[in-house]
């Protein structure tokens, strides 16, 4: 787009110094996707990422069945096809929900190689792909993001793209759940359902499928090896540990945009409280983003005002409901005993896990019934089955 030389790739020379249109930070699943969107349109796009290479390691990745809407995945990426969840309380009340025989809800992936098949498609749709380059200061003027530093380049534009997930120093979210992730084998659980199992204090377990192993982890504010090891002594006795990883995942945005630069995916706190399936959110987030920088090209307007389209569009199609969920957990996490919980449970057993009219009357009936009578308003206006909150 009017550029004086063309130098490599989409990067151009203006004025004796390096340029594109739009230069994303990070090549995670929201940098990728922002990219794609970009570099398809017809901008000169610059996708940096500091690792060289994503294939490698075996964390896995679960993925809602809504991600065919983006990408075609190869069956060689499958660790397993999820057909159901299992959800079970501190007393150890189960409530099961699937979908029929051969209708799969969700799909195990490998991590590395998925990453790896977005940057993919980023790069086939024009993106300039710099791996293995770590952007280390931001350029700033007049109080606006106007490109970036690396260790070996200064790249300038009128756009950047804040994709560095929880790293980001431009990070923007609420809070952060710790947690540990333990890749387990000799386990005997059905392949096709995922395990949630709710602790004492709202720490949740999530045993996830991968080939013929388990992957579990153990997300909470504070979370530790001991109540990990003690989960699957008690639990899951014979199950031998095989790795072990620790790692962090933002819930809640607080803002999209900051000093016109754009933020997206975990930067912005974009994943759902609830179920924290981040990677589908960030996707989204990506894409929105992606859209409103060809507008801004389109109409030749980089101002607050057509950056903020972003904004609203991200609030429309997650947003809100994220700061529902942010805020229903919230109220649980305080009000909610350990026998609230189990009680929440029995009650909503009785109807398959939904919360239905009678279950609600039981809920509000029963003890305790100002909290019932709070809690009964707040779903409400979340308008959801736990189905939902687990799996949408
Ligand atoms: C243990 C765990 C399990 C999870 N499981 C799931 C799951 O099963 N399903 C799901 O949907 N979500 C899951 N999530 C959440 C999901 O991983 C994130 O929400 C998602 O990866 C966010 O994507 P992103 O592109 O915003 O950031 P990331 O995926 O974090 O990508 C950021 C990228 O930026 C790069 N980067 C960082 N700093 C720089 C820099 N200075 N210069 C250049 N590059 C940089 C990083 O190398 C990285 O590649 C899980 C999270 C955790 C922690």
């Known amino acids: 787009m009017g550029h004086d030389q063309r130098l490599y790739g989409c990067i151009n020379m203006t004025d004796g110094k390096l340029s594109c249109d739009v230069v994303i930070i990070g090549a995670g699943p929201s940098g990728s996707m922002a990219a794609k969107t970009c570099a398809k349109h017809g901008l000169d796009t610059v996708l940096i990422e500091r690792e060289k290479d994503f294939r490698e390691g075996t964390k896995p990745v679960l993925l809602h069945r809504r991600i065919f809407d983006y990408i075609k995945i190869d069956d060689r990426f499958l660790d397993a096809k999820i057909r159901g969840i299992r959800i079970i309380s501190p007393d150890r009340t189960e409530i099961e929900m699937h979908e029929p025989k051969n209708f799969e809800l969700f799909f195990s992936l490998n991590r590395g190689r998925f990453n790896d098949e977005l940057v993919k498609l980023a790069v086939s749709a024009g993106t300039q792909l710099m791996s293995g380059e770590e952007v280390v200061e931001l350029i700033k003027e007049d109080g606006r993001v106007r490109g970036v530093k690396t260790k070996k380049d200064e790249i300038r534009s009128n756009l950047v793209i804040d994709a560095r997930g929880i790293e980001s120093k431009y990070r923007s979210f609420k809070e952060v759940d710790s947690c540990i992730e333990y890749l387990v084998e000799d386990v005997d659980l059905d392949r096709e359902y995922i395990h949630y199992s709710i602790g004492d204090k709202f720490e949740f377990f999530y045993i996830v499928p991968k080939g013929d192993k388990f992957a579990i982890t153990l997300f909470s504010s504070n979370p530790t090896e001991e109540q990990m090891n003690l989960f699957i002594k008690e639990n899951l006795p014979e199950a031998e540990v095989i790795e072990k990883y620790s790692s962090q995942i933002p819930f809640g945005s607080n803002g999209t945009i900051k000093d016109g630069m754009m933020l997206v995916g975990d930067s912005a706190g974009c994943a ?93 009936g029963s003890r305790r019934s100002k909290l019932r009578r709070t809690l009964f308003e707040k779903f409400k206006r979340y308008d959801c089955s736990i189905w939902d909150l687990f799996v949408r």
């Open 272 to 364: 759902s409280p609830f179920s924290r399936f981040g990677v589908l959110c960030a996707i989204d987030s990506g894409i929105l983003a992606g859209e409103t920088i060809v507008e801004a090209y389109e109409e030749n307007d980089f101002s607050s005002d057509l950056l903020s389209r972003y904004e609203k569009r991200w609030y429309k199609l997650h947003g809100a409901r994220n700061d529902i969920e942010y805020d229903v957990r919230k109220f649980l996490e305080k009000n909610l005993s350990r026998e609230d919980v189990n009680s929440l449970f029995h009650i909503l057993k009785d109807e398959d896990g939904f919360f239905t009219d009678a279950s609600f009357k039981k809920l509000v």
